[in-house]
């Protein structure tokens, strides 16, 4: 009888963590960095780390992070407990500096490795969508679609999953011009988190 992927998840963790899929692509080399267990709660469904991460091995250990535990309505310690929250970007792997920021996550992760752990996290009740990659992957059916329409069309997927902009202060702008985001979304968030972490409070 096969194993449960919850009882498989330590090997494969290993495995990713060993993993140099994309080694010839990473200028700054090879360090996946993640956050799993088998009984989160919550899923951060990001992007790819930036240098200030990659050289940290953190996950958002930058104002990116401090932006999304804002929106969350959660500490540091909260976020960084992966019994409570995983933290699975599309590429685990720093991709490098481009010619107008960071360069995209590289393809080679997400269909090697995104399946399998998400099938190791059978108790997520919340998915975190973040970007426009995370959002290609997890709504493919909103391929094609701008970010700000899925995310203002946030009700549909809700109270399961939530695509959200990037916390990043490169979006300062597009936060100034979609104030609805932080009326309306904000709150639904934080209050969602608090219910989904708090029916499982020791």
């Keep these: 009888m096969p194993r449960p992927a919850t009882?498989?998840?330590?090997?494969?963790?290993?495995?990713v963590r060993?993993?140099?899929?994309?080694?010839?692509?990473?200028?700054?080399?090879?360090?996946?960095?993640?956050?799993?267990?088998?009984?989160a709660r919550i899923l951060v469904a990001g992007q790819a780390p930036g240098r200030k991460v990659h050289a940290s091995g953190l996950p958002?250990?930058?104002?990116?992070?401090?932006?999304?535990?804002?929106?969350?309505?959660?500490?540091?310690?909260?976020?960084?407990?992966p019994a409570q929250v995983a933290i699975l970007p599309m590429g685990f792997c720093y991709p490098g500096t481009g010619k107008s920021g960071d360069l995209p996550p590289r393809k080679e992760c997400a269909p090697q490795w995104r399946a399998p752990l998400l099938a190791a996290m059978p108790?997520?009740?919340?998915?975190?969508?973040?970007?426009?990659y995370a959002i290609d992957?997890?709504?493919?059916?909103?391929?094609?679609?701008?970010?700000?329409?899925?995310?203002?069309n946030?009700?549909?997927?809700?109270?399961?999953?939530?695509?959200?902009?990037?916390?990043?202060?490169?979006?300062?702008?597009?936060?100034?011009?979609?104030?609805?985001?932080?009326?309306?979304?904000?709150?639904?968030?934080?209050?969602r988190v608090a219910t989904v972490l708090g029916r499982h409070a020791l």
Aim: glycine share 6%; net charge neutral.
């Design 60 to 81: 958002f250990d930058d104002a990116s992070g401090a932006r999304l535990r804002n929106w969350m309505g959660v500490d540091a310690s909260v976020f960084y407990d």
């Design 123 to 132: 108790q997520l009740e919340l998915l975190l969508v973040i970007g426009q």
């Design 154 to 191: 946030w009700r549909k997927h809700w109270p399961q999953l939530l695509p959200l902009p990037h916390p990043s202060p490169r979006n300062n702008i597009w936060l100034k011009a979609n104030p609805w985001f932080e009326q309306e979304v904000v709150p639904a968030l934080q209050a």
């Design 18 to 39: 060993s993993c140099t899929l994309c080694a010839a692509h990473l200028a700054d080399g090879v360090r996946p960095i993640l956050q799993v267990a088998a009984g």
């Design 7 to 15: 009882a498989q998840l330590p090997a494969l963790l290993r495995e």
């Design 137 to 152: 992957w997890h709504l493919p059916q909103k391929a094609g679609a701008t970010l700000t329409e899925t995310v203002r």
